[in-house]
């Protein structure tokens, strides 16, 4: 569990984000919770650099409505200071804390609050002895890495562990996830790729990596991660799981591409839905189609739809005619008919 959304089990896969608003600005970081509860995210990740911001961090504990997960490097008495502070986990990676002995102090710090550990294992800080193997592909090192130290892990009686294992390319991020699926069944797996990139690259990389991982049942929690405002972040995990048919939010809108037959605007019309849906919760599906080839069908498959035609459209709900609608109204119409339902 963390806090109260459980991450493994069986359990849905649990959609993450990460602040990024200065540590010391409580403020801040809290209105930005608010934005990604809002969005959806189930579980936030705060990073502390330094021992001055667990202040702040227990603030943003107290305050936030999701669970807060404390992001620490470096330094061990970091991660001690916020299993104290009300951190809902601990994300550290073993292989930067200072040795294992270190590990041991968090260990123990996780251990007395009562939180899980998330271990971080990244291709930048393998060991030297497991970098410098010649003999393995990287996807492999990397879930060795976290074998090692999920059995260092177990050998001390702390079995609350999520792990990740990020690379920056989707090939060595879905082997890595594979072998470790694979290799450490009993653990809950924290996915993403890492370092994807700006909006649409990321997107696309997290979307292709991740969606072959979760068509395989591999993956716990996600992260997307994107050079973004990270309620693009939350928006594109559910937007992943809902069309992998995992987790459904929000309405789907299936459009058509469009083509030389289409005669409205229906690019247009799409986008100001989608935006116009963007708050609204149910699992609907909309239909905007462009003609009669296959529009028809697919507005009546929906829970509403628009078929068009020559500037009008005609409008479905629950596979029902209701009526004939000129282009300047068909926004309108769609949402008066989802208000209904
Ligand atoms: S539904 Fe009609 S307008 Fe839309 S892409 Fe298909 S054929 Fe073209």
Redesign the pocket.
């Known amino acids: 569990m963390v806090g109260g959304v459980a991450v493994g089990g069986g359990a849905p896969c649990a959609v993450q984000s990460m602040l990024n608003r200065p540590p010391a600005d409580v403020s801040a970081n809290l209105a930005q919770i608010e934005q990604l509860a809002e969005a959806g995210c189930e579980i936030v990740r705060m990073a502390i650099p330094h021992r001055k911001d667990l202040d702040a961090f227990e603030q943003v504990c107290q305050a936030s409505p999701l669970p807060v997960v404390a992001d620490i490097h470096f330094d061990s008495e970091i991660a001690i200071g916020a299993a104290k502070r009300g951190a809902a986990k601990l994300r550290i990676n073993p292989g930067n804390v200072g040795g294992l002995e270190k590990t041991d102090a968090i260990i123990e710090a996780a251990q007395a609050a009562g939180i899980p550990i998330r271990i971080g294992v990244n291709a930048g800080s393998l060991d030297t002895a497991l970098a410098t193997r010649n003999d393995i592909c990287l996807a492999q090192k990397l879930a060795l890495s976290a074998a090692q130290y999920l059995r260092y892990f177990e050998e001390r009686g702390f079995y609350d562990v999520v792990v990740s294992a990020k690379a920056h390319d989707v090939p060595t991020t879905v082997a890595t996830y594979r072998q470790l699926a694979h290799d450490l069944p009993q653990v809950p797996l924290h996915i993403g790729v890492t370092e994807a990139g700006t909006l649409f690259q990321g997107i696309i990389k997290s979307a292709s990596g991740l969606g072959i991982l979760l068509a395989e049942g591999i993956g716990d929690t996600l992260r997307i991660s994107l050079t973004d405002d990270p309620v693009q972040e939350v928006r594109a995990a559910w937007t992943l799981l809902l069309a992998l048919g995992l987790r459904r939010r929000s309405p789907e809108i299936i459009s058509?591409?469009?083509?030389?037959?289409?005669q409205v605007d229906?690019i247009s019309i799409a986008k100001q839905l989608e935006e116009r849906l963007r708050d609204v919760k149910a699992p609907l599906k909309v239909a905007v189609?462009?003609?009669?080839?296959?529009?028809p069908g697919?507005a009546a498959d929906a829970d509403i739809g628009i078929?068009?035609g020559a500037g009008s459209g005609a409008l479905f709900s629950q596979g029902r005619i209701l009526r004939k609608v000129e282009q300047s109204a068909i926004l309108d119409a769609l949402l008066e008919e989802i208000g209904k339902l």
């Open positions: 058509c591409p469009t083509c030389g037959r289409c229906l189609m462009g003609c009669v080839v296959n529009g697919e078929a068009c």
